[in-house]
């Protein structure tokens, strides 16, 4: 085995040599003491420190105001489920059928409002159109009453033409006492009935008793210096028809047209037969 080369330590890294004596022992021990002293007065003046950012934090704290913090309400806990008794379910099965006995009858008794408001209404449709036909019956009424005095009249002044003497009188007694010349204008067939009764009633001096074939049978004129007066049938009965609001109903003038249709009514429906009844003429 070979023999390890040997360090050599060159002269500039050897320091003085110094005799080792007691003495350095003791100076090394108190170095130490130094540097424990100078360690605890460290340790010292960093819990002083220490204590001081303490004291200074609880101090800037303390000037802080408090932040208030609300809680939360804490949920409160579902209750168990509790079942309906039986009474329980007694009562809300009664409480169900009273409210559903409410819930018809108020339903029925709204249902009862609207039949007996429709009912309303028809009875007053009913009622208005009974008016209306009752208006309408009673012109038709009238109407028929008017035909069948119409055809009375005439078959009466055919049958009896001394009918025509009270409305003679009536005429002339209404007038002042008449001066000649006067004048009776008569139907030629009622003047050869009443001549001689009117010859007796009637001034021969004053009076003149003309046949005229235009006056139909039943009327007459009468002709004095200051009045003429037109008494045929046909003025006096448009007067009535004037009277009873029927005027603007050709078919009951006395004159009807041809094309009238009067109501069935046997045997006065029908008009005179020309052997009853003088022709028409036009007045003068």
């Known amino acids: 085995m070979p023999t390890p080369p040997r360090r050599v330590i060159p002269r500039e890294d050897l320091t003085a040599w110094e005799r080792w004596e007691l003495g350095a022992l003791n100076e090394e021990a108190a170095e130490r ?3 424990e002293q100078v360690a605890r007065e ?3 003046a960093a819990e002083q420190a220490e204590a001081a950012a303490h004291a200074a934090a609880a101090a800037a704290v303390a000037a802080v105001p408090p932040v208030v913090v609300e809680a939360e309400p804490v949920p409160e806990a579902e209750p168990a489920v509790q079942w309906p008794t039986a009474e329980e ?3 809300i099965q009664q409480q169900a059928q009273r409210e559903g006995f409410e819930a018809g009858l108020e ?3 709204l249902a009862a409002e609207a039949e007996t408001a429709r009912l309303k209404a028809v009875l007053t449709t009913l009622e208005g159109m009974a008016t209306r036909f009752e208006t309408e019956l009673a012109d038709q009424t009238l109407d ?3 035909v069948i005095a ?4 005439r078959e009466a002044v055919s049958a009896d033409r001394a009918l025509l003497l009270p409305l003679v009188r009536e005429a002339l007694a209404g007038l002042p006492p008449a001066k000649a010349p006067a004048r009776l204008l008569l139907n030629p067939d009622d003047l050869a009935a009443l001549e001689v009764q009117l010859t007796v009633e009637l001034p021969p001096e004053v009076w003149r008793l003309v046949p005229d074939p235009t006056m139909e ?3 007459c004129r009468i002709d004095t210096a200051n009045t003429r007066i037109e008494l045929t049938l046909a003025e006096r ?3 009535l028809t004037r009277v009873l609001g029927r005027q603007q109903h050709p078919d009951l003038a006395w004159h009807a047209p041809a094309a009238e249709h009067e109501p069935p009514v046997a045997p006065l429906a029908a008009e005179a037969s020309p052997a009853q009844v003088e022709p028409d003429a036009t007045d003068e």
């Open 42 to 44: 460290a340790a010292l």
């Open 107 to 109: 339903a029925g008794r």
């Open 144 to 146: 028929l009453a008017l």
């Open 237 to 239: 009965w448009a007067h």
């Open 33 to 35: 003491d130094r540097a």
């Open 89 to 91: 379910i007694d009562a």
């Open 150 to 153: 119409r055809q009375l009249a």
């Open 217 to 219: 049978s039943g009327g």
